[in-house]
């Protein structure tokens, strides 16, 4: 079984639609993040966790929200979702201990959202 | 200057090939580096870190130069499983603001027989 799973994997969503993307981790990893994919960009971070009471805005945090219900789940929301947030989105995890400053992320396999 | 720049590829060189990928960042203060490999449609997956010193890994070699802020990835013997779009990743200070990791483009390499 994948270490980081992302559901759905797939979504066609319309214009002004509330939905969520999940993310679960068996790695036990303390930290969690979600990011962009756009075709021409690098990734680009939305927001990232570094406990379960920890929140943080990344570099795109417009018109997303997240919530750690857990250790292991980090979901992220679009409250109403644009076209210009079509794009490839990655959850990952890390953890410190593992390497200090040479801290290793390890991804999900990607949802691919397409908003109408 | 954006933060972290790529060669713009797409790199075509056929099987046994040496190829050469640079990268440069623009944060001076930035402490660890690294390059992923993204194959198509897949997730990004760490290739190896860089270190100060330099480092190999099997057929892949990596060199950091701080004074030029530039990175370098070697792949020596290409082979077709190379193929992939190799991303450079940078992060910075810690307390700075700019601790998480910042990925460039991505450089595209395609492997030919």
């Known amino acids: 079984d994948a270490d980081v799973t992302q559901t759905p994997r797939n979504r066609i969503t319309k214009t002004g639609k509330r939905i969520m993307l999940e993310c679960s981790q068996t790695k036990g990893h303390d930290r969690m993040y979600w990011y962009r994919q756009d075709p021409g960009l690098g990734l680009r971070l939305i927001y990232y966790s570094f406990d379960v009471k920890d929140i943080n805005k990344g570099e795109i945090s417009d018109g997303y929200s997240v919530s750690r219900q857990a250790q292991a789940k980090f979901s992220l929301s679009l409250e109403s979702a644009i076209p210009n947030q079509t794009a490839l989105y990655f959850c990952?995890?890390?953890?410190?201990?593992?390497?200090?400053?040479?801290?290793?992320?390890?991804f999900g396999p990607g949802t691919r959202l397409l908003v109408l | 200057r954006k933060e972290v720049e790529q060669d713009p590829g797409p790199f075509n060189v056929p099987e046994g090939a040496t190829v050469a990928f640079n990268c440069t960042y623009s944060?001076?203060?930035?402490?660890?580096f690294f390059w992923y490999r993204q194959d198509c449609r897949k997730e990004p997956k760490l290739l190896m870190s860089v270190y100060s010193s330099g480092n190999e890994d099997g057929r892949f070699t990596a060199q950091l130069n701080r004074a030029s802020q530039y990175i370098s990835l070697l792949i020596r013997d290409s082979k077709l499983s190379d193929s992939a779009t190799y991303l450079c990743v940078v992060r910075g200070a810690p307390g700075a603001g700019s601790y998480q990791l910042t990925f460039g483009k991505g450089t595209k390499l395609s492997v030919i027989p």
């Open positions: 944060n001076s203060a930035s402490q660890s």
């Open positions: 990952a995890t890390s953890d410190l201990k593992s390497g200090g400053s040479q801290e290793t992320q390890y």
